[in-house]
């Protein structure tokens, strides 16, 4: 937690938001986070107001789902369907999860059109970039360790294809998804749990949902069968799903919050490469 002993100079920054939030759920009473704070150097007044605007925003965002029509992409599993059929493709439904809400789903890609995905991606691969929230771009970080790439909307035939089963599948439209990413992980790679959602907290967080709102689902499909390692892991679920060549796990988060449960990640590849195709769904028309 920052301090400071000069009133006027005094920023109540996102760490300290995000601190109030921790003591918050973790059970501390509105006036022992003051004294705490008032005990590390902030001016009172500063800290019960930072107090009160951080609750308030934050109390907002559990009770209110991303406004516009239906609030996150969902999967046309009506009658309990095990198997969805788009445009003449079956999909099977492997497994379903309210919470997190999560649907694993199989021969969701055909093993021509994973060999097709990692042949038009591959002379273009190069070290992944994370979203930096601070500035609104783009950096390599150290907890991504994979070389990947993305396709623009509908850039090839096949990319056209997929987007249009994907859209289909998840009830989505078309134009409210980003380009498809293309990842590599080689022996030892992974990705630490993180989410994908835009943290409201971060000063760049503005500028990146210009370009379509909030994200509120992905998709991240299997281009192929590691020899050992790699999951998808879902620590707050204590959910792991293997990849497998041509299956997919999907999952939304209808706010930005830790209640959704959507923290997950990529499990370091033990053994082989492991290669997915990635596609997130945003709030708005992405452009």
């Excluded at 996150?72 to 599993?77: M, N, S």
Aim: hydrophobic share 40%; net charge negative.
């Amino acid at each position: 937690m920052s301090t400071s002993t000069s009133t006027h100079i005094q920023q109540v920054t996102p760490e300290l938001r995000r601190w109030i939030i921790a003591q918050a759920e973790a059970g501390c009473v509105p006036e022992d986070v003051v004294k705490a704070m008032v005990a590390s150097g902030w001016d009172e007044e500063v800290a019960l107001d930072a107090l009160e605007q951080t609750l308030r925003g934050h109390l907002a965002s559990l009770r209110e789902p991303v406004p516009g029509g239906s609030s996150v992409p969902e999967p046309r599993l009506q009658e309990g369907a095990n198997v969805i059929v788009v445009d003449g493709h079956p999909v099977e439904v492997v497994m379903s999860l309210r919470l997190p809400r999560v649907v694993i789903f199989g021969h969701l890609l055909t093993d021509q059109e994973c060999e097709e995905l990692m042949a038009q991606a591959a002379p273009r691969l190069a070290r992944s970039e994370t979203v930096d929230t601070a500035t609104g771009g783009s950096e390599v970080h150290a907890a991504r360790t994979s070389d990947g790439m993305f396709f623009e909307r509908g850039e090839t035939p096949l990319i056209d294809r997929i987007e249009r089963r994907i859209a289909q599948l998840l009830n989505w439209p078309l134009d409210r998804g980003e380009g498809l990413q293309i990842l590599r992980y080689r022996p030892g790679a992974q990705y630490k749990p993180h989410n994908d959602y835009f943290d409201p907290a971060q000063p760049g967080t503005p500028k990146i949902l210009e370009r379509g709102g909030q994200r509120v689902g992905t998709l991240v499909m299997y281009l192929n069968t590691p020899e050992r390692g790699g999951a998808t892991v879902f620590p707050d679920a204590g959910l792991d799903v293997a990849p497998v060549r041509g299956s997919a796990v999907f999952f939304s988060y209808d706010r930005p919050h830790a209640i959704t449960k959507t923290l997950h990640g990529g499990a370091p590849v033990l053994a082989g490469e492991k290669w997915v195709a990635t596609k997130w769904m945003r709030q708005g028309v992405f452009v």
